[in-house]
């Protein structure tokens, strides 16, 4: 027979390598420490085209608008603290990304295309293949682009850059990366050992910080509501 506790371990690594794995969400995070590339062969690039750059986990999304420009979606907590466009036009920093995602603040903003790659690799029209759906004209794609630039909402599901360009492209806002990232919950949830696992983690919350409604409402709903949807 099994050791249980055994067994919540093993379950627990396995959500842990499982939510590594995730290429979850779809704003681009500029690694700071990453060198940036000197050189893109801009004049390959047409006006409206989706320009894609994969990071280790997620992808980044933008509208080339010509002349070394690309509208992109991007979180940034600055927007909401300041009106400051010299602070706020500056390259959008990993901390401020972070904090940006977790207000739901952003903005459709334009940067050159070295900005926006951040000495990435760019793949050019990609998601016209994966998705296999017709693309609107060049010219209309970087029209909706433009008229979107500004302030806007933020969120990781159901609002980011690759509902974005998705909307320009193809006039329907999707994300791929996000509905993968709900296949993958479903998947968590849908795993009975879920259940064994939140159950130990309540009781270790009842032991450790007593019996009170903030542990004790959680250690009996999570487990039960799990097992429902199981």
Known sequence: MKNPMLEVVSLLLEKLLLIANFKLFSSGTP???????????ISSFLRGDVLEVPRTHLTHYGIYLGDNRVAHLMPDILLALTDDKGRTQKVVSNKR???????KVASIRVDTVEDFAYGANILVNHLDESLKKKALLNEEVARRAEKRIGLTSYSLLWDNCEHFVTYCRYGTPISPQADKFCENVKIIIRDQRSVLASAV??????VC???ASYTTLPAIFIPFCLWMAG
């Open 97 to 103: 990304l972070i904090l940006g995602v977790i207000v």
């Open 31 to 41: 690694g700071e420490d990453k060198g940036r590339k000197s050189f893109y062969e």
């Open 201 to 206: 983690l309540g009781l270790a919350s009842i």
């Open 209 to 211: 910080m007593g019996l």
